[in-house]
């Protein structure tokens, strides 16, 4: 029988209120962040499985901010939401926080989150192409296609703008 992964972000179909001073905010739909900000991202998956994070920018370019090797993947059991980063990566240091790029006074960015029933690294664990950049998110998308079972995996976006 195939499994059918289906990822969900806490609050992704509005704006909640502000947290409490001192609080990340959490990703959401609709969100708007002031220039260093801090965020964090909430996942549920109605089955087990193991959760990649990217951040995407305007011009395409994406990166991993989750797992890290100070916030190493690990299965999430179905039904339990993860919290990136959660309070006690935030103690050691791990935080998520919103700029804007050089030069820009606002910007509008996305994470992509990506629920797999394996344990898969992209870009072969490499932060960066052949070319020395970021890999282009039509790169993520090709590497996502080459899994041919798409009841392997799910994904949820969401985006959100930053004002400086």
Known sequence: ??????THLAGSSGLRPPPPAGNPKPLNILASFTDGEEAQIRVKANEDAFVTI???EENGRVSQIFPR???PQHLLP???????????E??????LRVRTPPKHSSALESNLVIATKKNIQFFDGKPNGPDGEPPMLTDLMA???EIVNLSTWDHAVVG???SK
């Open 1 to 6: 029988m195939p499994h059918n992964i289906r």
């Open 54 to 56: 990217f951040n995407v």
């Open 69 to 71: 090797p100070r916030a």
């Open 78 to 88: 179905t039904g339990q939401e993860m919290i990136f980063p959660s309070d006690m």
């Open 90 to 95: 935030r103690e050691m240091g791990i935080h």
């Open 143 to 145: 590497e996502l296609a």
């Open 160 to 162: 959100y703008k930053i």
